[in-house]
């Protein structure tokens, strides 16, 4: 039997079981390098040092973080972290493990509603696409809620489009509502599936394109709206009892928050990340929808003519991803990730044109030239950074690693797909530059980049000087308490550095022998009493230049032990009886 034949047989069993045939390929290239890496900067290490707190301190309820109350975000994924921690007793592994099953789950689903909708084929061309588009693949190697909340929202939408276009099925609407309850727990965008509701309704009165749309009873709805609370409650209710009626006001303040700020006000006047209204179309869609969004002006006449046709199958998917994106860009805050939730439906939306797309001549071209060109700008980078380019040196040692050999190799394996798949399959060459460059970051890239993005190498460092002596960290870094080997301290995450600064010398001076603080040059340099003389600087390659401060440098200093509260950081060493 030749291998040709080998691979057809293979082939055809691919298209005929398309999800099982992808979950491989699919943990392969969003797994790989779990475990090689510590959390990075800047959401990984907050979610994972609040998922060690919960085990530490088995406050499952309301999350801590570093000791303090973290009012930003509902617990779900961090009690996923938890889990993966309690299973592995591995930070490296648990950390990341909910964003790969929240991948996992969406390519499922996604492929699925594919092989209904269309065909095994299809399936199996949606599937692909999805797994190398790049915020997909990002977004599965990033230990941010993003992904885990793509497949709860994927789950509301999978469901919902199970009961309206190849139902009656209001089971899966209902599971749908669950899905929505459990994302809006995870983060407070998971009602999403519901923007599926205006075409669904319109739909359903006006059926077109030869396919039924079952519509959605207003006896379902207010059931699955009723389910979608009855989830909300299971966590909010308790939290709002135990809030109310604790004493502590910093509890009822968390509940305000996390209640009102975190949800509507975030949203409509939000305080960061401020971007104009075309801030995605134009700055984060064109490479976040890499690849399938370069199909999108070959796609126009194919949608053109199933829009008129009122076919079901595009109006839906594709509906909700422009209401998602208008949803989003009408808020004043916005972050390339609040667009991870629209990847499943915009590639859903091209899948029955995906066939005639692979076979587009000027598509295709335009696929090749592109893994060409992102391949020789690193490759130049590489080369240029080897050879000593001041700007480029430069970089490297404020990032702390030096990435030429890596950079470098990426050219050279840049060159050998460019040869073996030609611009006629462009498509298919720029998705296996992807897959190669995903493969290199996940491992040779973890290595070289770790111990600086960690913050491992800086923690070493201190730790060398102080060894087990506590530590006060001024605007603390959530990736330095993970990686501290010594009792840590801080002082508030909404405190301004000046009233840190005067508690962390209140809090030295108790103990000038024993203690040590940690902080930037340029925060030091706001306060003169200081004993330079007695100041440690670090030489560490890093973008900050930090300096150590024992405790007897600050003999001359004002202390205050009411400017501040302070926290001790459970996850490190415990401070010793009166040592707080």
């Known amino acids: 039997m030749t291998v040709s034949y080998r691979m057809q047989q293979l082939w055809a069993w691919c298209q005929r079981h398309p999800v099982?045939?992808?979950?491989?390929?699919?943990?392969?290239?969003?797994?790989l390098g779990i475990g090689l890496r510590s959390p990075w900067p800047a959401d990984e290490p907050r979610f994972a040092l609040i998922a060690q707190e919960m085990l530490t301190t088995?406050?499952?309820l309301i999350p801590h973080r570093a000791g303090e109350l973290y009012p930003d975000k509902p617990p779900i994924f961090m009690w996923a972290i938890a889990a993966g921690l309690w299973l592995t007793d591995n930070l490296r592994v648990a950390f990341l493990l909910p964003s790969l099953l929240g991948?996992?789950?969406?390519l499922a689903m996604t492929t699925d509603l594919a092989r209904r909708l269309y065909s095994p084929k299809i399936a199996l061309l949606t599937g692909l696409t999805l797994l190398v588009t790049v915020q997909f693949t990002l977004q599965a190697r990033t230990a941010q809620i993003d992904m885990l909340v793509t497949a709860f929202i994927t789950l509301g939408l999978y469901g919902a489009l199970r009961h309206a276009l190849t139902g009656p099925r209001p089971g899966w609407w209902y599971v749908a509502c669950i899905a929505m309850g459990l994302g809006i727990l995870t983060k407070g965008v998971g009602f999403l599936p519901l923007l599926l509701l205006p075409a669904w309704w319109w739909l359903g009165r006006r059926p077109g394109g030869g396919l039924t749309v079952i519509p959605l009873r207003w006896h379902q709805l207010l059931i699955g709206l009723l389910l979608l609370l009855a989830t909300l409650a299971a966590w909010g209710v308790p939290m709002i009892l135990y809030t109310s009626y604790s004493s502590d006001p910093t509890l009822a303040a968390y509940r305000d928050n996390i209640l009102f700020k975190q949800t509507g006000q975030r949203y409509a006047d939000s305080w960061h990340h401020l971007e104009p209204f075309w801030y995605y179309v134009?700055?984060?869609?064109?490479w976040a929808w890499l690849p399938p969004i370069l199909a999108l002006p070959w796609s126009l006449r194919g949608w053109k003519q199933r829009l008129g046709a009122r076919d079901p199958r595009l109006w839906l998917?594709?509906?909700?991803v422009v209401l998602m994106v208008a949803f989003f860009s009408l808020s004043p805050g916005k972050r390339g990730v609040y667009m991870t939730p629209g990847i499943a439906m915009f590639v859903l939306s091209l899948a029955p044109l995906l066939p005639q797309l692979l076979e587009q001549r000027l598509l295709n071209r335009l696929a090749w030239g592109l893994g060409v060109l992102l391949g020789s700008l690193v490759a130049l980078a590489g080369l240029l950074g080897a050879l000593g380019l001041p700007a480029l040196t430069r970089l490297a040692a404020t990032q702390g690693f030096t990435p030429w050999?890596?950079?470098?190799?990426?050219?050279?394996?840049?060159?050998?797909?460019?040869?073996?798949?030609p611009p006629r399959r462009g498509l298919v060459s720029?998705?296996?530059?992807l897959m190669m460059f995903w493969v290199l970051w996940s491992t040779w890239g973890y290595d070289v980049m770790d111990a600086a993005r960690s913050e491992r190498a800086l923690m070493s460092t201190v730790y060398h000087h102080t060894g087990d002596a506590p530590l006060a960290l001024i605007d603390f870094d959530e990736a330095q308490v993970l990686q501290a080997r010594q009792p840590i301290v801080q002082f508030g995450d909404a405190t301004p550095s000046d009233a840190q600064f005067v508690r962390m010398t209140a809090w030295l001076q108790t103990a000038p022998q024993q203690r040590w603080g940690l902080l930037t040059a340029g925060e030091l340099e706001a306060h003169p009493c200081v004993s330079s003389d007695q100041v440690i600087q670090l030489t560490v390659p890093d973008r900050h230049d930090w300096r150590l401060l024992p405790g007897t440098a600050v003999a001359d200093c004002p202390g205050d032990r009411d400017a501040a509260p302070l926290f001790q950081a459970p996850t490190t060493t415990p401070l010793g009886e009166g040592e707080r």
């Open 103 to 106: 991948a996992l789950a969406t």
């Open 58 to 60: 088995h406050q499952w």
């Open 430 to 433: 720029l998705a296996v530059w």
């Open 405 to 421: 050999s890596w950079w470098l190799t990426i050219g050279a394996l840049t060159a050998v797909i460019a040869f073996w798949l």
């Open 282 to 286: 134009i700055e984060v869609l064109p």
């Open 317 to 320: 998917p594709l509906s909700y």
């Open 20 to 31: 099982l045939a992808l979950l491989l390929p699919g943990l392969l290239l969003c797994g």
